[in-house]
C-alpha cells in the first residue's frame, strides 16, 4: 500500500502524505504506533481496535527502512521469526490459561492474553511469509498473493460484504460449525484472486487504494495503465 511504496522509493508526491509524513524524526511514528497498540491491548479492546496503531506503526517502520530489512536480512528475520514465535507461544499458553469474564449479557470479553495472542501471532505468520519468500517458493508465492496484496484494502472490504451477503442467503448466521464457513472463505479468496488478476491488468491501484492515495496527496492520481505499442 502507500506506505511501502515510501519505503521503496516509488511515491510520486512524498510530502503530502497526511499527516505522518510531516513529522521529521522517523522514529516517533513507529513508536508512537506501537504504544496505540500496547494501548488497546490493555485497555482490553477488540484485536480490530488495534488498526490505527498497526497503520501507523507501519508507516515509521517505512519510514525506518524496515521492509528493505525484511527483504535483504535473511539470517536475520529467521532469528526474528523464531523469538516472535516463541513469544507468540507463550501467549497462547496465556490466553488458555486466563480467567475468561463476561459481561452482563453473558458475552465473553477480551482481555489482554487474546490482544497479545492475536497481535504476536499475526506477527508470527506475516514473518513465515517474509522467510519463505527467501526460498524457492518465492514465485509461487508472488503468483498467488502479489495480485491480492496490491488490493489489500479492496479485498479487505470486499470480503467482508461478500461474506455478509452470502451469510444473509445461506443463513449462516446461526452456524456454529467450521466446515460450511471454510469453503465459503475459500471461495471469495478465490473470486477476488482472479478479480484482482484482472484489475491490475488495466490499473495500477485497487479502487479503494486509488481512493486512499487521492486523498492522501490531495490530488487525482493517475491510475489507468498506458500501454506502450510494441515497435516492430
Not at 13 to 24: A, D, E, G, I, N
Not at 41 to 64: D, I, K, M, Q
Not at 128 to 136: G, I, K, M, Q
Request: aromatic share 12%; net charge positive; charged share 15%.
Amino acid at each position: 500500500m502507500l506506505f511501502l511504496d515510501s519505503a521503496a522509493g516509488r511515491t510520486e508526491h512524498p510530502r503530502r502524505v497526511l499527516p505522518l509524513s510531516y513529522v521529521r524524526k522517523p522514529w516517533i511514528p513507529g513508536a508512537l504506533g506501537t504504544g496505540l497498540v500496547m494501548a488497546a491491548g490493555v485497555l482490553g479492546l477488540e484485536p480490530t481496535a488495534s488498526w490505527v496503531g498497526l497503520v501507523v506503526a507501519g508507516f515509521g517502520a517505512a519510514r525506518r527502512g524496515v521492509p528493505g530489512f525484511l527483504e535483504r536480512g535473511a539470517r536475520r528475520v529467521r532469528a526474528l521469526l523464531r523469538v516472535v514465535v516463541l513469544l507468540a507461544a507463550l501467549a497462547v499458553f496465556w490466553q488458555v490459561n486466563y480467567e475468561i469474564r463476561f459481561d452482563p449479557a453473558g458475552t465473553a470479553l477480551y482481555s489482554p492474553a487474546d490482544y497479545a495472542a492475536g497481535v504476536l501471532g499475526a506477527f508470527a505468520y506475516g514473518l513465515l511469509v517474509v522467510v519463505a519468500y527467501a526460498s524457492p517458493l518465492r514465485r509461487v508465492l508472488r503468483a498467488v498473493f502479489e495480485p491480492l496484496g496490491r488490493m489489500a484494502l479492496s479485498n479487505y472490504v470486499g470480503a467482508t460484504l461478500l461474506a455478509l451477503a452470502a451469510s444473509s442467503l445461506l443463513d449462516l448466521r446461526e452456524v456454529g460449525e467450521l466446515w460450511p464457513i471454510l469453503p465459503l472463505g475459500a471461495a471469495i479468496l478465490l473470486v477476488q484472486w482472479v478479480f484482482s488478476r484482472c484489475w491490475l491488468a488495466s490499473f495500477r491501484y485497487g479502487p479503494l487504494e486509488w481512493a486512499w492515495r487521492c486523498v492522501s496527496w490531495w490530488t487525482v492520481v493517475p491510475n489507468r495503465r498506458v500501454r506502450v505499442p510494441a515497435l516492430r
